[in-house]
């Protein structure tokens, strides 16, 4: 699990990486635009750990922010709430024996 951790991490931290350079951005310029520390740029792209919120500023700079849509999950096809509007099946009704 700790490996598939570090490899997915390094993974995404090419990616992030690529499309920094298919855009024509220098580390510090995205780091500007983020508005995060330039380490933090330099870590994230090392596949060193980062947080989710230097993630979403990085990926929100670069334009990408379609890319983390297919990170969200999907809503469900079950409303639970649908139930509410819905009448409630009734039970057989009780006799009330007179005293």
């Known amino acids: 699990?700790?490996?598939?951790?570090?490899?997915l991490e390094r993974d995404l931290g090419a990616a992030l990486r690529a499309r920094r350079l298919?855009?024509?951005?220098?580390q510090v310029e995205?780091?500007?635009e983020a508005n995060i520390s330039l380490n933090a740029v330099r870590s994230l792209e090392a596949g060193?750990?980062?947080s989710v919120a230097t993630?979403?500023?990085v990926v929100h700079a670069l334009s990408a922010d379609a890319w983390l849509s297919d990170l969200t999950p999907r809503p469900a096809p079950f409303n639970p709430l649908t139930l509410l509007d819905e009448p409630r099946p009734?039970?057989?009704r009780r006799v009330r024996r007179k005293k």
């Open 1 to 7: 699990m700790e490996t598939a951790t570090k490899d």
């Open 22 to 26: 298919a855009a024509g951005r220098t």
């Open 30 to 32: 995205l780091s500007r």
């Open 48 to 50: 060193a750990g980062s």
């Open 55 to 57: 993630l979403v500023r």
């Open 90 to 92: 009734r039970g057989p």
